[in-house]
């Protein structure tokens, strides 16, 4: 599967963006997918992950009540909906999906297959 992340931007405090991770090449639907970010210097860290097929959601402790992964099998998309932004959201956000379910998802060398990252800035 071939993956392509879209829908960052420049946004302020406070507001939302809509991520979304199309699919080509295979169906998402059959993956598990996640989402992580990254900043200059830093590792890619874990933001959110769907597992498959029983559709479990896990997101990361600093995310969690304002970010929620979700999906449209008829687009063959992933989405991230983020809600009130912080200026430490700021970062590259990538997709990812991987067959086989892992219980150490959380770590970013476990997920096989990558899209390009798309960059959100929440700047006042």
């Known amino acids: 599967v071939q993956l392509q992340a879209s829908g960052g931007g420049v946004v302020q405090p406070g507001a939302s963006l809509k991520l979304t991770c199309a699919a080509s090449?295979?169906?998402?639907?059959?993956?598990?997918v996640a989402w992580f970010r990254q900043t200059p210097g830093k590792e890619r860290e874990f933001v959110a992950a769907k597992r498959r097929p029983n559709g479990a959601t896990y997101y990361s402790d600093s995310v969690k009540g304002r970010f929620t992964i979700s999906s449209d099998n008829a687009r063959n998309s992933e989405y991230l909906q983020m809600n009130s932004l912080k200026p430490e959201d700021t970062a590259v956000y990538f997709c990812?999906?991987?067959?086989?379910?892992?219980?150490?998802?959380?770590?970013?060398?476990?997920?096989?297959?990558w899209g390009q990252g798309t960059l959100v800035t929440v700047s006042s």
């Open positions: 990812a999906t991987r067959a086989v379910w892992n219980v150490q998802y959380y770590y970013a060398q476990w997920w096989t297959a």
């Open positions: 090449q295979g169906t998402l639907s059959q993956y598990n």
